[in-house]
């Protein structure tokens, strides 16, 4: 192996490794504050991409019936709840997803990628909190490996509507720049500059969401102390919205960027997730450094082990998850009787 | 036997005769497939239900299994025996090897090892060559036995159940006796079995090897029943299947095993038989409907159908109440702990110390226990007498200093050695197993007297030394006063009672020294009255004890010596007249007050 | 426990125990629909659309069930169409794997079964199974004589890590060995992979003169993309899998030149007019039109359509020996079947014999290459 094709390996490890990234910070953010390990946050990446390429193509994306008809029944139940909440209700689940499907309506057909990109983020992100709603809410108190248990039942329920809204067959997400850019002896393609820049764009937005929101604050608080943050009033059930429309917000926007790389199915998004996921477990499910430089090494790793042996680099890349876990649980000490 | 267990016996007989017998082509099909998994579901019910362990990769030690056999018998030759052989023991060894590696984890970083090997299995089995690769391999010989051959199907249903019987029978037998109520500590009990004496990390590397052994078992079945398999079955959804039907069916009995395979074998055939007849679409809605159909499940009943099938059949408590019955006068130990002259030197701390990171818990605190002895350690909140507790149990090791039980250094034993040696515990915060008779738990204290292990319960070869157990957890329970509610689920006992389960628990170690972490908290007079009296028959029969007390109306009365801590340090030592009236004493239990 | 499945079983036995002559052809269909090989089995479904209700006076009912990609269900569903429907053939299954679970069990109840997928057995010993796709030796065979005509003297390959890719790569082995191309390298990625870069920069790494791809659909691109991009210059060449539309829509320009095998049905337009495929694909084509719009050309639809189509040559000869439902009905069928002699399908000609149950020959594969955004018939 010359020093092009390390460097050109190193690249392909780094753009992959950022869209990692992404979904482990999601995931983080999702079992930090619901002690949910949200697997199927990968099957959102799919939809974000299929339903940006179905609107580049002109046609309306079945997730947008789904994001209405989820909605209404989200929006009947608030309204039995005082009318504090039936308020939040209308605006959340009524008049969202009104304004999204006329947007749709009226923009879908002119085929624009920034548009179908922006529509389809505004699509796929409340989908978090819907599943946190519907899904993950009524247990909420349940056992983390209860709560696992049920993310996996997810993953199929979305793997099967992800089959119904967008058949088996692969397709691109819109790609807002077909250039290439010459770094001296890597050619880089443009896309994947915009998945990096996008990635630390992101990375620093939520640095400050976190440090200088009331929201953020909200989140760390209900994060660091689950019970305490509910002593001093903060909702459970709105910062879990909040933290599962940060996961599907993050998959959408990383869906729509990967999948302007790699044409995607809809269950592409499994495996990609689990990687991310690997990612979140090297930072210990608690540390982002850690989970940055873990999805790196996964990014990278995998790249190598492709070059290397091909035919096993997903052996080597979840091989490599065990000696780390392995030496997690060594640090943590006993976890004996946590339970 | 009971008649439960005879009924339950004759069913299954029948059952493995007369359904294959009966049913229909293609059930027998079905019901092959379910009693594979519930094999395997078997397995993590033991894993995950009963130890709390819980594993994605069951598939993988299917898949290993199963392609084992299937080099074997198929591309070498060789009966199928050996296939099973082979196949065990490759599966056993590398569900042990995981296991080094694993033992460690607990929660949910075990389960996400587990995702990772899954995967990584599951692509072996389609990338080496050997293997054949992804379109697998055909014609696997079937199974013989004499002149049967299982090539026919209903032959095969038979053969699947009548394992599946023996399978659940083990199982059975293997939860109902010393090593299964051990297996029951793993569940977020770790700490009791290591303080009756359990190697609980040996433990559960062993029941996951078991598990998977069972998994094994299925994949030597499936591949001589299916006779084809590729690498498909054996994946990470596979495994994921085999836990829903664990939850699904209850995790907590055996008897959810084959509920949930069944109810999940069955439903996802049936849906892919009626979603395509009603909605006239083939391949859309089979895995939308059925993965609804879990998550339902999965939130409303969390704890599976088979709790929800039985609950009417709970226990009620015995007519008259829980009293206790507290007995005039206490009956002495049932077995004699081999004696310790009066006097002798049991425990003795020398200047130990323990620190948590720069804080010191612990300073310099140097004190013994002797036979015939009752020593309270008493001390205000924050004071230390919790983490010195632990240090002379061997939950934590201490940061410097010496620490001697019967004359021998100990500074560095796990707790289950130093319950070897003859020290049982109880807990500040009571910790039995719930849902578990009050025997039961009584019965954990008596595992170092026993010597069967796994194989010989499963095989029902423990009876004797099971019935000498449970007859000495019987006899110390009757003499806490116990004998009416022996078969009661623990937990519905009032907390003080249970308290006094966990000294029987601790009586049956046979301890020479008995440390009790607060036991008066939470007792009624009447309690208090009798755990004192039995505290001094103790004493009378050789026994040291150190306790940790805030009740001081409770110990200034029992102790025969007083050790006052405060900030980590010893500050006044003596008997209990003298130590009340010790001016540091009153100066740390008043403050400036005094 | 025990007595209530005892009792379940029962009651299912009663209902299940009628086995006799049926008023109508039963034909069950077992296909990839969901998922990894949902993209290929859509197609295979699409054609069950327009398929004929009646063959020789008789009603035909067509049971279509999903195997998921797994051979284990696929076994589950044959297993209950032959002893709960009484099926009289078994269209597909469309996956080799699942064909390999279903043809013992098809065999042993003498159901034929016309599977859909490359799947290598033999025929004498499997009487009942036929083949209606083209062997991939014989797909591939005509890419390396292309090849070999081109002065190729060695290649690399890049397949899916999965049955397909291990496929494709075995008769890749066969007609380089034959042909006298050697292998540099071979190269695997998986279908949901995110970036087959690595794998390409490896390629490219032993210099072979040509690249012969083992995977399918629109992920073929993946690749074939990643080797332009880093510059690499010669041949790439594809099995019929990577022939559809959507590879050259995600290909791009970097699709430009590759050339692959495949069925005649993809390019029926193109076809000579001498050609006996052309007025059949021409017709099937115009069906499909009609159901699903113009220039959806989807060459698994044609396995299902001549399957239909040879057991519609075999179903006369088979109701002169018996109803359908009944075993001597199911006998004769397979009989017909193996005496097709020269039926046009629209993925070739066939003629069976006992020894070969495919019976296609060359007229069977075609020679496409990407040209102006679309694939173009090489003569």
């Known amino acids: ?339 | ?594 | 426990m025990k007595a209530r499945l005892f009792a379940a079983a029962t009651a299912m036995s009663i209902l299940g125990a009628t086995a006799a002559a049926q008023a109508q052809i039963k034909i069950g269909a077992i296909l990839s629909i969901s998922g990894p090989a949902a993209a290929m089995g859509v197609g295979y479904k699409a054609a069950f659309d327009f398929f004929p209700n009646e063959i020789a006076g008789q009603k035909v009912e067509y049971i279509v069930r999903d195997d998921a990609t797994d051979a284990n269900t696929a076994f589950t569903i044959a297993q209950k169409m032959i002893s709960e429907d009484h099926v009289d053939a078994f269209i597909g299954p469309s996956l080799t794997a699942s064909d390999a679970a279903v043809a013992p069990l098809a065999n042993q109840a003498h159901v034929p079964m016309l599977a859909m997928a490359p799947y290598e057995y033999d025929p004498t010993k499997q009487p009942y199974t036929f083949n209606d796709a083209q062997p991939l030796s014989l797909m591939v065979s005509v890419v390396f004589k292309y090849m070999q005509q081109h002065g190729v003297k060695d290649i690399g390959y890049i397949g899916f890590s999965d049955g397909w890719g291990d496929q494709v790569l075995a008769a890749t082995r066969t007609s380089a060995q034959a042909d006298g191309i050697k292998i540099l390298a071979d190269e695997r990625y998986a279908r949901t992979d995110t970036s087959a870069e690595a794998q390409a920069l490896k390629l490219m790494s032993v210099h072979p003169q040509a690249i012969m791809m083992g995977n399918s659909a629109t992920p073929a691109a993946l690749p074939v993309v990643a080797l332009r991009h880093r510059g690499y210059k010669g041949g790439i060449y594809g099995n019929h899998g990577v022939v559809s539309p959507a590879f050259i829509k995600v290909g791009g320009e970097a699709a430009d030149g590759v050339i692959a095998d495949t069925s005649p049905l993809v390019v029926y337009d193109q076809l000579p007019d001498d050609n006996v495929i052309k007025p059949v694909a021409t017709a099937f084509m115009a069906d499909y039109a009609k159901k699903f719009g113009p220039q959806s050309v989807n060459p698994f639809a044609g396995y299902s359509y001549d399957a239909v189509l040879l057991l519609q040559a075999a179903i006369p000869a088979a109701l002169k020996a018996g109803k359908p439902g009944t075993d001597e009905f199911r006998v004769a069928l397979r009989d017909a079947v193996e005496k097709t002699h020269e039926l046009v399908g629209v993925s070739g000609v066939y003629t069976m014999s006992p020894t070969n149950h495919n019976g296609q020959d060359a007229r069977a594969a075609v020679l496409v290459e990407v040209k102006d955004g679309a694939w173009r018939a090489i003569r």
């Not at chain 2, 948590?356 to 002797?370: E, K, P, Q």
């Not at chain 2, 039961?440 to 423990?462: P, Q």
Request: charged share 15%.
């Open chain 2, 1 to 594: 036997m009971t008649p439960v267990r005879v009924l339950s016996l004759c069913g299954t007989i029948a059952g493995v005769v007369l359904i294959p017998a009966a049913l229909p082509e293609f059930y027998v099909t079905l019901f092959g497939y379910v009693g594979l998994a519930t094999l395997v579901a078997l397995g993590l019910v033991l894993l995950t239900g009963i130890s709390g362990q819980t594993s994605f990769g069951q598939a993988s030690f299917v898949g290993i299994a199963a392609y084992a056999t299937t080099l074997l018998t198929k591309l070498w030759g060789a009966p199928p025996i050996a296939g099973l052989i082979v196949g065990l023991v490759v599966t056993g060894t590398t569900a042990w090897l995981l296991g080094l590696v694993t033992a460690r984890l607990s929660g949910h970083f075990l389960a996400l090892v587990s995702v990772a090997w899954g995967i990584s299995f599951f692509s072996l089995f389609g990338t080496l060559p050997l293997l054949h690769g992804f379109n697998g391999i055909g014609d696997i010989p079937p199974l013989r036995l004499g002149p049967l051959s299982a090539e026919n199907l209903r032959v095969n249903l038979g053969v699947i159940w009548a394992v599946v019987a023996i399978v659940l029978a083990m199982s059975a037998s293997l939860l109902d006796s010393r090593m299964g109520r051990a297996i029951r500590t793993l569940n977020g009990a770790r700490l009791v079995g290591d303080s009756v004496g359990i190697d609980t990390a040996r433990l559960s590397r062993s029941v996951f090897v078991l598990a998977a052994l069972y998994a094994g078992v299925a994949g030597f079945l499936f591949a001589h029943f299916q006779r084809f398999i590729s690498p498909t079955p054996f994946n990470l959804g596979a495994s994921i299947d085999y836990l829903f039907m664990v939850i699904i069916g209850g995790a907590a009995s055996l008897w959810g095993a084959p509920l949930g395979a069944a109810l999940v074998v069955v439903l996802r055939d049936q849906f892919n038989d009626w979603i395509p007849r009603i909605t006239g679409r083939v391949g859309d809605f089979e895995l939308l409907v059925f993965s609804i159909v879990v998550i339902l499940l999965l939130q409303r009943a969390p704890d599976g159908l088979l709790p929800l099938l039985t609950h009417l059949k709970r226990r009620r408590p015995p007519p008259g109440g829980l009293a206790i019955d507290v007995p005039a006068e206490i009956p002495p130990a049932p077995v004699l702990a081999p004696a310790v002259a009066p006097g002798a030197e049991l425990l003795a701390l020398e200047s130990i110390s323990r620190n948590f990171g720069g804080l010191a818990a612990n300073r310099d605190v140097s004190f013994a226990v002797h036979a015939r002895e009752i020593v309270a350690l008493i001390g205000p909140n924050g004071a230390g007498k919790t983490t010195l507790f632990n240090v002379v149990c061997g939950v934590l090791s201490p940061s410097g200093g010496h620490m001697r039980l019967f004359g021998t250094p100990v500074e560095h034993l796990p707790s289950r050695r130093i319950a070897a040696l003859g020290v049982a515990r109880t807990f500040q915060h009571v910790k039995l197993l719930p849902n578990r008779s009050v025997l039961e738990n009584i019965a954990l204290g008596t595992h170092l007297s026993g010597r069967a292990g796994l194989w010989r319960a499963m095989l029902r070869l423990d009876r004797a030394e099971e019935a000498r157990l449970l007859g000495e957890a019987r006899a110390q329970a009757e003499r806490v006063g116990f004998g009416r509610v022996l078969e009661m689920p623990a937990g519905d006992l009032p907390l003080g009672q249970q308290r006094v389960v966990e000294i029987a628990r601790a009586l049956c170690l046979r301890p020479h020294l008995l440390l009790l972490d607060e036991p008066a908290a939470g007792l009624r007079l009447a309690e208090k009255q009798l755990l004192a009296a039995l505290l001094r028959q103790l004493r009378a029969e050789g026994m040291g004890v150190l306790l940790v007390e805030h009740d001081m109306d409770f110990v200034m009365e029992l102790a025969d010596r007083v050790v006052v801590m405060d900030f980590g340090q010893k500050i006044a030592e003596g008997p209990p007249g003298l130590v009340q009236s010790d001016p540091a004493v009153l100066e740390a239990y008043l403050g400036g007050l005094a």
């Open chain 1, 1 to 339: 192996m010359d020093l092009f094709v390390f460097l050109a390996l190193l690249q392909d490890g780094i753009t992959t490794g950022a869209i990692y990234l992404l979904l482990a910070i999601g995931l983080l953010i999702v079992f930090s504050v619901t002690r949910v390990i949200f697997v199927p946050q990968g099957d959102l990446l799919a939809f974000g991409a299929l339903t940006a390429a179905t609107l580049q193509s002109g046609q309306v994306p079945g997730t947008l019936w789904l994001l209405d008809g989820a909605a209404a029944v989200a929006l009947v139940a608030s309204l039995f709840g005082g009318w504090r909440l039936a308020l939040r209700g209308v605006l959340t689940w009524g008049v969202y997803p009104f304004v999204v499907t006329a947007a749709v309506m009226l923009l879908a057909p002119r085929q624009v990628p920034a548009v179908s990109i922006l529509l389809a983020l505004a699509i796929v992100t409340p989908m978090g909190p819907l599943i946190w709603r519907f899904a993950f809410r009524p247990i909420a108190d349940a056992s983390v490996l209860a709560l696992l248990i049920l993310a996996m039942a997810l993953h199929f329920v979305l793997i099967g509507l992800g089959l119904i809204f967008f058949g088996p067959e692969e397709a691109s997400a819109p790609t807002l720049t077909d250039a290439n850019v010459d770094l001296g002896v890597l050619n880089v393609s443009g896309q994947s500059l915009v998945v990096l820049l996008c990635c630390i764009t992101l990375v620093l937005g939520l640095r400050w969401f976190f440090g200088s929101t009331i929201h953020g604050k909200v989140l760390r608080a209900a994060a660091s102390d689950r019970l305490g943050a509910r002593l001093v009033g903060i909702d459970a059930a709105a910062s879990g919205a909040l933290a599962f429309g940060l996961a599907s917000f993050i998959a959408a926007l990383a869906g729509v960027l990967i999948g302007a790389v790699t044409p995607l199915s809809y269950d592409a998004g499994f495996d990609i997730g689990l990687k991310g996921f690997v990612a979140a477990i090297m930072g210990g499910l608690i540390s982002y450094p850690m989970a940055a430089a873990g999805a790196i090494l996964v990014g990278v790793l995998e790249s190598l082990g492709s070059f290397w042996a091909s035919a096993y680099h997903e052996v080597i890349v979840f091989t490599l998850l065990i000696p780390v876990l392995v030496w997690l649980s060594l640090r943590s000490g006993s976890a004996e009787d946590r339970a």
